[in-house]
Nanobody, 117 residues
Framework: QVQLVESGGGLVQAGGSLRLSCAASGVSFSVLDIGWYRQAPGKQRELVAVISRGGSIITADSVKGRFTISRDNAKNMVYLQMNSLKPEDTAVYYC???????????WGQGTQVTVSS
């Protein structure tokens, strides 16, 4: 019932920027803790940034100062602004949501980000 759909991925050169978007449906967006994860080939999925229902933010050290997460509850959207991209940022980026006190995680299908050198 809950659906998360990412968009905005693509191919960029090192130093460039992209903005990812995630649209949620089937849930009251304001109750979601929601964020971004990424997975590079052969590696485990890792947290990039998450923003809680109350607006608190956790950002991975590897992207601090370069990536910014934000949410727009009126539009049921979460964004990831990615600046100063590096080749090591290349991965599939996934949107993930969770309702507080519930075990289930809701995942999007992923969007590919490729950064060339």
């Amino acid at each position: 019932q809950v659906q998360l759909v990412e968009s905005g991925g693509g191919l960029v050169q090192a130093g460039g920027s992209l903005r990812l978007s995630c649209a949620a449906s089937g849930v009251s967006f304001s109750v979601l803790d929601i964020g971004w994860y990424r997975q590079a080939p052969g590696k485990q999925r890792e947290l990039v940034a998450v923003i809680s229902r109350g607006g608190s933010i956790i950002t991975a050290d590897s992207v601090k100062g370069r990536f910014t997460i934000s949410r727009d509850n009126a539009k049921n959207m979460v964004y990831l602004q990615m600046n100063s991209l590096k080749p090591e940022d290349t991965a599939v980026y996934y949107c993930k949501g969770k309702i507080f006190a519930r075990a289930e995680n809701y995942w999007g299908q992923g969007t590919q980000v490729t950064v060339s050198s």
